[in-house]
Structure formats: structure tokens, C-alpha cells
Nanobody, 115 residues
């Protein structure tokens, strides 16, 4: 099994920044994709950003130019730097790992953007 633990969520003012981190442990293989999804109340879960084992990245249109995803220095970690945050970014953010056609999820961390 794979376990994912997120950290870095919290409350910020519009225009502020947050840095989310996720660490995967357990049966994690090298050929994996890690990413961040978010789900706001009453809305569907959507992809925010992802990064493949080779380093290629993908972003939601709403995140481009504001968010940056990267692999952490420690193995099987991923970081999401979020800048210029908007109220529309308020959601539970969930770390995701994909490998061998299976998905693994963290418990989620709350991000609130409000003045």
C-alpha cells in the first residue's frame, strides 16, 4: 500500500501564497505521477497540477502562471507552490499518486483564501 501525507494548508488573504507538501511512503515505485487535486464545497474534484517521473508537468488553466509543482528533495515527495491566491482557490487540496494504473490519495488539507 501507499500512504500520502500532506502539509502546508491554512488561511491566507487574497494575493497571498502557500506552499503545500506531500510525502509518499510504502510501496512506491519510480515510474509514478504525483499531483494535486482540489475540491470545493458543492463542486467536483479537479486536477490542479501534476508531475511525471520524467519531470514533465501539467496544470489546470486556472493554475497556470500562479502555481508551480515540483519534486521535493526527498524521494517520493512533491511540492505545490501557490502564489497570487484568489478566493476561488479555496478548497480541500488532495495529494495524488498514480502508479501501475492505480490511484492513491492523501487525506486532504484545507486552503482558505479570504479577506
Amino acid at each position: 500500500q501507499v500512504q500520502l501525507v500532506e502539509s502546508g494548508g491554512g488561511s491566507v488573504q487574497p494575493g497571498g501564497s502557500l506552499r503545500l507538501s506531500c510525502a509518499a511512503s510504502g510501496s512506491v515505485f519510480d515510474l509514478n505521477t504525483m499531483g494535486w487535486y482540489r475540491q470545493a464545497p458543492g463542486k467536483e474534484r479537479v486536477l490542479v497540477a501534476s508531475i511525471r517521473s520524467g519531470g514533465s508537468t501539467a496544470y489546470a488553466d486556472s493554475a497556470k502562471g500562479r502555481f508551480a509543482i515540483s519534486r521535493g528533495r526527498a524521494k517520493n515527495t512533491v511540492v505545490l507552490q501557490m502564489n497570487s491566491l484568489k478566493s476561488e482557490d479555496t478548497a480541500v487540496y488532495l495529494c495524488n499518486l498514480k502508479q501501475f494504473n492505480r490511484d492513491y490519495w492523501g487525506q486532504g488539507t484545507q486552503v482558505i483564501v479570504a479577506s
